[in-house]
Structures are given as C-alpha cells and as structure tokens.
Antibody, heavy 130, light 111 residues
Framework: QVQLVESGGGLVKPGGSLRLSCAASGFTFSDHYMSWIRQAPGKGLEWISYINPRSTYTNNADSVKGRFTISRDNAKNSLYLQMNSLRAEDTAVYFC???????????????????????WGQGTTVTVSS | DIVMTQSPLSLPVTPGEPASISCRSSQSLLHSDGHNYLDWYLQRPGQSPQLLIYLSSNRASGVPDRFSGSGSGRDFTLKISRVEAEDVGVYYCMQALQPPRTFGHGTKVEI
C-alpha cells in the first residue's frame, strides 16, 4: 500500500546535526514533489521544506533557511532532511508528506495536478536539548 | 508569506448536529488555472494529519461525504453535515498557492 515511513529522529544537543529519512513505497516516488512538515509539542503544523522530483528546485521556510537541507534519492525511493545548527525551537515531530505531481523531462519539471498532501508518514521525533 | 486565520479556535460539537469552521487568507488563493489552492486537514489525537479537502472543495479519497469544503478567493469554509464521534481532533487549513505553504493555527473540535 501507499506508505511513508520516517526515521532518524532522536536527542541532540543545541548546535548539533541530525539527518532524517523518509522511505516511500506503493507509488512512483519520482513523479511527486515531497514535503517536510513539523509540529512542536502542543503546537500546530509548520511546513518547512519541499523538493521537486529531479531535485532541481527546493523551497524552505525562513525558520530553517540556511540550516536545513532537503534532498532525495529517487533510486532508493527516499527523502531526506539534513538538519544543522539545531536549536531548542526545532524540537518537534517531523512528518514527510507526498505533494503534487510533476511531469519531468531530464532535469526540467513542470507542475502537474495538485491533490493535496495526500499521504503522510507517522512522524519522527527530534528533541534538541543539552 | 500568506497568513491563514482560522475561526473558531475551539468548537464544541454535538453528535448528529452540523459544524462549520472558517479560514481566511491574507491574499487571494485563486490561481490563474481557476483553482483555489486551499486544503483542509484533520489531525485526530495521537495521529498524523490526514487530508480531507483539496483545492477548496474536492474531497480526498475515502473521506465521508458529510465533509464539504467551499469558498473562493480569501474566504473558505469546512462543513460537517452531521458530526460523528470520530470527527474530534484539530482541523487545519493550509494554502498551497505559493511557497512557503502556510497552515492556520488549527480548530480543536471536541464533543
């Protein structure tokens, strides 16, 4: 079935780094943009980053710009989030989600139909604390 | 960034009765393709969010028809025709017109 499974969360000290992974199955991973969304304890949802199928376009929220890097490996059906210079306020559950379709030819992608963030993983918890 | 404002923040409901949540964006979500890029998500307690409505009024696969979305431009509404016990949780609207995508603060629905 269509599934996303995050991993890589844990406890890290302020200023430290962590790499999250999201394993996709049950659909053609390379046809979709993919997003990361996080949720701080007791708070709402915050979209933080997305990437197009060929990794030629990414966009990040200001709160993580310059510190977090999204990437993907279509051969491994995997999405990643490299998190550097972590702060206490980065403590959250991190979700990956399937985003819109894209039509790509070589490295050029065109946005396809949008059907919402229709598949979400179960989340992985990141705690930044000394 | 587009700011999303939901109301109310908390909504007590009665099973079998209708319920409604509003979402307003700081700028129009109407794209040149004719669609309004507004989604609704439900996060049940202890679960991941799930998509209910995309492009303002399209129900996601498997979503009961008691859920409906409407609106255009800056003002949007999610309606539940007859609330059921499983509908409790936090409802979020999200704009997907332009990055960064932004969510409303959420509406907590409880019985």
């Amino acid at each position: 079935q269509v599934q996303l499974v995050e991993s890589g969360g844990g406890l890290v000290k302020p200023g430290g780094s962590l790499r999250l992974s999201c394993a996709a199955s049950g659909f053609t991973f390379s046809d979709h943009y993919m997003s990361w969304i996080r949720q701080a304890p007791g708070k709402g949802l915050e979209w933080i980053s997305y990437i197009n199928p060929r990794s030629t376009y990414t966009n990040n929220a200001d709160s993580v710009k310059g510190r977090f890097t999204i990437s993907r490996d279509n051969a491994k059906n995997s999405l990643y989030l490299q998190m550097n210079s972590l702060r206490a306020e980065d403590t959250a559950v991190y979700f990956c989600a399937r985003d819109r379709y894209a039509s790509c030819s070589n490295s050029v992608c065109y946005e396809g139909p949008y059907y919402g963030l229709d598949v979400w993983g179960q989340g992985t918890t990141v705690t930044v604390s000394s | 960034d587009i700011v999303m404002t939901q109301s109310p923040l908390s909504l007590p409901v009665t099973p079998g009765e209708p319920a409604s949540i509003s979402c307003r964006s700081s700028q129009s979500l109407l794209h040149s393709d004719g669609h309004n890029y507004l989604d609704w998500y439900l996060q049940r307690p202890g679960q991941s969010p799930q998509l209910l409505i995309y492009l303002s009024s399209n129900r996601a696969s498997g979503v009961p028809d008691r859920f409906s979305g409407s609106g255009s431009g800056r003002d949007f509404t999610l309606k539940i025709s007859r609330v059921e016990a499983e509908d409790v949780g936090v409802y979020y609207c999200m704009q997907a017109l332009q990055p960064p995508r932004t969510f409303g603060h959420g509406t907590k629905v409880e019985i």
